[in-house]
């Protein structure tokens, strides 16, 4: 979902001079636009120095808030003075995407009416291309080995010495959690062994456990949470003895 963005202009402040007994140095001219229109920016840097702002009001519902920079460069934001952090959308990973382009605006920085958001972009960014967005999440999923998290030592004290003993409840495992007032209504992808894939796309590998749904289901169905130990135990078989193995949960929540 995307939010509507009030625009407006201002035209720019005169240059100032920093005044200094000794070594007066020029301070660059920055171009003030008012409704994060292109505007051009001049002064004594080499590279274009633009400052935007632009008033919005808050989303509807609960859903948490992401500022989408993805049609702007390198820069940083601020709403209602509240620093946002820097962004480098121009910085691209090696398939060809920008690392990140959604940035989260908290709900507690936000007002119900025009909220202030401010933009220093150091390259050539789009601003007009600038949204708002609600996300919704309606899945969750999770990816561990029987590595992940090896048992952790808690010690105690006898007459023999310190002995290291082993928390049984220490051991890996996928945990799910659906967002409030929801629960885990389908699993949508299962695998106990080599499966492939992430979050938004999986595959079984050339090991894998038949039943791996099933006991998945049995577990989490109805929850709004739930915790499967990643384990041959868990499963009752051990598909591929000798091979490290891992489990691959992808589930609705409704």
Not at 125 to 151: A, F, M, Q, W
Not at 188 to 208: R, V
């Amino acid at each position: 979902m995307e939010n509507e963005i009030k625009n407006g202009r201002t035209t720019a402040p005169p240059p100032q001079t920093e005044i200094s007994d000794t070594n007066p140095k020029p301070r660059p001219r920055l171009a003030i636009c008012l409704g994060l229109e292109p505007c051009e920016a001049r002064g004594t840097r080499e590279e274009p120095v633009e400052i935007g702002a632009a008033l919005f009001d808050e989303p509807a519902g609960n859903d948490p808030v992401a500022l989408n920079l993805g049609s702007m460069g390198k820069g940083e934001a601020w709403v209602n003075g509240e620093s946002i952090g820097r962004y480098w959308v121009s910085f691209h990973t090696s398939d060809g995407n920008p690392s990140q382009k959604r940035y989260h605006v908290p709900r507690s920085f936000l007002k119900p009416k025009d909220n202030l958001l401010v933009l220093l972009e150091e390259e050539n960014g789009y601003p007009l291309g600038i949204s708002l967005d609600t996300i919704s999440r309606t899945k969750v999923c999770g990816l561990v080995s029987e590595s992940h998290l090896p048992p952790v030592c808690g010690t105690r004290h006898d007459q023999s010495g310190e002995i290291c003993q082993r928390n049984p409840d220490r051991r890996p495992n996928v945990q799910l959690q659906c967002p409030p007032n929801s629960t885990i209504s389908k699993i949508l992808f299962a695998s106990f062994g080599t499966p492939s894939g992430d979050c938004e796309s999986q595959a079984l590998g050339t090991c894998h456990t038949s039943n791996s749904r099933a006991i998945v289901e049995k577990e989490c169905l109805g929850k709004s949470k739930c915790s499967i130990i990643v384990s041959s135990h868990t499963f009752g078989d051990d598909p591929c003895p000798g091979i490290p193995k891992a489990l691959l949960v992808d589930a609705q929540c409704a």
